[in-house]
């Protein structure tokens, strides 16, 4: 399939730390590291690791709502692909028409002082799209496809619950009809029943409107749902990259089958038995050599600390980060 978005050795470097008040950086946190991916078209590409990983920082910069320090993020559109990176402001507006972002916090991204409509609305208003009645008409419409009435457009998100703001939120996502949203753990802040509605409104608008999702989660019970593929993240980078039956079945990276082994069981009476990482995660303003998971790594050999792995292909549409990718055995999410 043709790729949606092109993600080229993608850094995104943080300053951290003053010598004095005017002074400059004493240290720098590189929060994503050497990224290179492509998204395709109707496709869900989910995004997991651990917090601090990357993973928002990641979804952010490929919006460039936050400016990548190196690389370059390329959009297709109009049978050409445009790099943000030549975009003025005036460029990554009318770009954003095309790619839209879901916020983790649905009450906290909703202005309050706003009705329902008002903030459905705004993108339309902001980006001068239609008339009056125009916008009147699409803020009905959209609300309708995220399950919205029409009498609930003029109250305010306090009068609504966590899983109805989220509705609102997607809505005002879907104001411009995009082709690509990032939806930054839209469920995570939910009760599991709301969540299940969320994850299937995003599966019917998917399937009704042929966008384009980078789901970003920590809950991989969410990531099996929803994602047609998953790429795991460790300390900026990703480390293994495929569909998710392999990844759930078939994982060839060590942190990858952490992850996949600590998913709880639905029988109550068998004896969960993840595979524990040992030590704590490193710091990220100061990763280790080599493989930058082998301080925690059972299966950790000498040159391991020297030389840092590439992701190679090691089958079919499986990327690997890892020197022994191919010889080792790992434990999936099943046995």
């Not at 400016?67 to 445009?82: A, C, I, N, Q, W």
Request: proline content about 6%; aromatic content about 6%.
């Amino acid at each position: 399939m043709e790729p949606l978005i092109k993600i080229r050795d993608l850094d995104v470097i943080f300053p951290i730390g003053k010598s004095g008040f005017f002074g400059k950086p004493t240290a720098y946190l590189q929060a994503v590291s050497g990224i290179s991916l492509d998204i395709h078209k109707r496709e869900t590409l989910g995004l997991v690791g651990e917090s601090g990983s990357g993973k928002t920082t990641l979804g952010r910069a490929i919006l460039h709502l936050e400016k990548p320090t190196r690389g370059k993020v390329e959009f297709h559109l109009d049978d050409e692909y445009v790099d943000l990176e030549d975009l003025n402001t005036k460029g990554l507006r009318k770009i954003w028409r095309h790619m839209q972002m879901v916020f983790q916090d649905p009450y906290a991204s909703l202005n309050p002082r706003m009705t329902v409509r008002e903030i459905i609305a705004e993108p339309l208003v902001v980006n001068r799209i239609g008339n009056k009645n125009g916008i009147l008409e699409k803020v009905e419409k959209v609300a309708e496809m995220c399950g919205l009435q029409r009498d609930q457009l003029g109250r305010y998100p306090h009068a609504f619950s966590g899983g109805q703001r989220q509705r609102i939120a997607i809505a005002r996502a879907l104001a411009l009809m995009p082709q690509f949203i990032v939806s930054d753990e839209p469920v995570s802040a939910l009760d599991v029943s709301i969540q299940a509605q969320i994850l299937n409104l995003f599966k019917d608008l998917q399937n009704k409107l042929g966008l384009t999702y980078l789901f970003i989660a920590h809950d991989l019970a969410t990531v099996a749902h929803v994602c047609d593929r998953v790429a795991v993240m460790y300390l900026g980078q990703i480390v293994e990259l495929t569909e998710t039956e392999r990844i759930f079945y078939s994982p060839k990276h060590p942190y990858t089958e952490a992850l996949m082994s600590a998913i709880p069981d639905i029988d109550p009476d068998r004896k969960m038995k993840p595979v524990l990482s040992s030590g704590e995660l490193p710091n990220p303003a100061n990763p280790p050599s080599g493989c930058r998971f082998h301080t925690r790594c059972r299966y950790m050999e000498p040159y391991c600390r020297e030389a840092q792995p590439e992701l190679n292909e090691i089958m079919a549409g499986h990327f690997v980060a890892c020197h022994r990718a191919e010889s080792l055995t790992l434990q999936g999410a099943v046995e």
